[in-house]
């Protein structure tokens, strides 16, 4: 369960870095 949730909390972070690069 930590494992899938550090996952989807990673998929995220790299998620928002990118919307972020983009914006910039």
Known sequence: MCDILLN??????????IILVIIC
């Open 8 to 17: 989807v909390l990673n998929i995220v972070f790299i998620g928002i870095a």
